[in-house]
Every structure is written in structure tokens, then in C-alpha cells.
């Protein structure tokens, strides 16, 4: 079963602007980490946050955790045509050997 | 440096036939492996993962069963395809240890279409 529920679904937004996808979970987790998958490829990491962590940053990337509501975000500053994709998060259960990816934002950067 | 191999790219299979997908990793030792299904448009399902050789963990009962025969391979098979089992098929490793809680590195994925 899935454990981390992306929002939104879809989100369409013009080269330049900033892009926000939040991923809610329900279970406490040792790490959380976003992948991004480009239509019919596999799933390439882009950053792991444990959870005593509120705040990580990759290059234009930036990933804040909140586990007292446990919720992520992940921002894309200055986002290119090339940023199109869809971006799960995946959650790492304490006490589960796997971990739960949601059902993924579509992101669409028009040049 | 570590790569992920899966075949075939794309498969086309009647109803009834059987299957064998098969993920290769190369440049590790001893890795987690993974078996991961994805519905079009959804996220992932976790089917399968294994922290050694022989050691299978099946996390959906279904029709489908996995098998590591060798450290680094990691084969998905069926003997009777069903329409449900259409989908994108990905295979993923991790370093050894904290299995499904360390960073997954995926394969490029097997497009299975049933008939």
C-alpha cells in the first residue's frame, strides 16, 4: 500500500518560476527522499532527508521536513523545460524493510 | 561505478503465457534488490525485495513470484500471465543494510503489455 501522498497531482508552471510538491505521510519514518521519473524511464534519486532533519538543499532543489505533521515539500527554483517529469516521494518506515512511494506530481515546465 | 540492467526493454505476452524479466546489477556486492510494478499514471508498487541470495520477501500475494539465484540477479517470473499483470516493471538495488530505508538505484524499467 502506498504510504506517501503527493499534491498536487499535476502542476503546469512557465520556465523561470518556482515549483512546490508536498508529500503528506501517515506512519513515522527514519528517512523520507524524492525521486523524479521521466516519462517511461526509471526513478533517479534526487535527495534522502532523515527525519531528525527539517531543511536539506541540493543545488536548485530544497526539501524541508515537518514529522509533527508529517508532511514534506520539495521546491524547484528557477525551473526549465527540462525539469518536466514526474516526482514521487518515498517514505522508509521505522519499522518495515521497504519503502512506500506515492502516486507521484506531473510537472510540466512550458518553455 | 554501479549500473542496473534489466530485459527486455519491452514485452508483449498473450494471456495464459509465462514470464521472466531479469534485473542485473553490476559494480556491488551483495546488494537489497527490489521488484517494483507501475500502473500507468500511478505510483510504485512494491512486489518483491531480497536482502541476499534465496531470500525472497513478497509483499503483494498475486501472481507473479521472484528468485535470486545469484547475488547480483534478481529474476521475475509468472507462469500464467493475467491482464492485470500489464504494466511498468522496475528493478532497484541498494547498498547493503538499512534495506528499504537507504537511497534505491533504479534499472530502466520493463514495459509489459498482456493481450
Known amino acids: 500500500s502506498q504510504q506517501g501522498e503527493e499534491d498536487p497531482q499535476a502542476l503546469s508552471i512557465q520556465e523561470g518560476e518556482n515549483a512546490t510538491m508536498n508529500c503528506s505521510y501517515k506512519?513515522?519514518?527514519?528517512?523520507l527522499q524524492w525521486y523524479r521519473q521521466n516519462s517511461g524511464r526509471g526513478l533517479v534519486h534526487l535527495i534522502l532527508i532523515r527525519s531528525n532533519e527539517r531543511e536539506k538543499h541540493s543545488g536548485r532543489l530544497r526539501v524541508t521536513l515537518d514529522t509533527s505533521k508529517k508532511s514534506s515539500s520539495l521546491l524547484i527554483t528557477a525551473s526549465r523545460a527540462a525539469d518536466t517529469a514526474s516526482y514521487f516521494c518515498a517514505t522508509a518506515p521505522f519499522n518495515n524493510n521497504d519503502m512506500r512511494f506515492g502516486a507521484g506530481t506531473r510537472l510540466t515546465v512550458k518553455p | 561505478s554501479q549500473t542496473i540492467h534489466q530485459w527486455p526493454a519491452t514485452l508483449v505476452q498473450p494471456v495464459g503465457s509465462p514470464l521472466s524479466l531479469e534485473c542485473t546489477v553490476e559494480?556491488?556486492?551483495?546488494?537489497?534488490l527490489y521488484w517494483y510494478r507501475q500502473a500507468a499514471g500511478r505510483g510504485l508498487q512494491l512486489l518483491f525485495y531480497?536482502?541476499?541470495?534465496?531470500?525472497i520477501s513478497s509483499e503483494v500475494p498475486q501472481n507473479l513470484s521472484a528468485s535470486r539465484p545469484q547475488d547480483r540477479q534478481f529474476i521475475l517470473s509468472s507462469k500464467k500471465l493475467l491482464l492485470s499483470d500489464s504494466g511498468f516493471y522496475l528493478c532497484?538495488?541498494?547498498?547493503?543494510?538499512?534495506?528499504?530505508?537507504?537511497?534505491?538505484?533504479f534499472g530502466p524499467g520493463t514495459r509489459l503489455t498482456v493481450l
Open positions: 506512519t513515522s519514518i527514519n528517512n
Open positions: 531480497s536482502v541476499g541470495i534465496g531470500q
Open positions: 532497484a538495488w541498494s547498498p547493503l543494510g538499512l534495506a528499504g530505508k537507504d537511497t534505491q538505484y
Open positions: 559494480g556491488t556486492s551483495n546488494p537489497n
